[in-house]
């Protein structure tokens, strides 16, 4: 049982930059594709980024592309997602998820494991 732990979230303007952190236990880290999903409310769960098992495959949603970095630290157990430019729109709870798969996923049923989420508020 993998268990995922987000952090980094918090209130912030728009055209700041935030640093979400994920630390994972219970597992290999190594064995999991990890991902990150946001969820706005009244919204659909929407993907964000991914990075492979491996760490050398990286997949960004057409709408954040150059405004976000997914990176993975596998000495920490830590997937982190550095996310630049705030908009309004980027206010959502953000999750981060594992899935025992080679490459990452924007799919969110190819995740077996999630964390609670951390809450990004931009305001303006």
């Known amino acids: 049982q993998v268990r995922l732990v987000e952090s980094g979230g918090g209130l912030v303007q728009t055209g700041d930059s935030l640093r979400l952190s994920c630390v994972a236990s219970?597992?290999?880290?190594?064995?999991?594709?990890m991902g990150w999903f946001r969820q706005a409310p009244g919204r659909e769960r929407e993907f964000v980024s991914a990075?492979?098992?491996?760490?050398?495959?990286?997949d960004y949603t057409y709408s954040l592309k150059g405004r976000v970095t997914i990176s993975r630290d596998d000495a920490k157990n830590t997937v982190n997602l550095q996310m630049n430019s705030l908009k309004l729109e980027d206010t959502a709870t953000y999750y981060c998820?594992?899935?025992?798969?080679?490459?990452?996923?924007?799919?969110?049923?190819?995740?077996?494991?999630w964390g609670q989420g951390t809450q990004v508020t931009v305001s303006s």
């Open positions: 998820a594992a899935g025992r798969r080679e490459y990452g996923s924007s799919r969110a049923s190819d995740y077996a494991y």
């Open positions: 219970g597992g290999t880290f190594g064995d999991y594709a």
């Open positions: 990075v492979s098992r491996t760490g050398d495959t990286n």
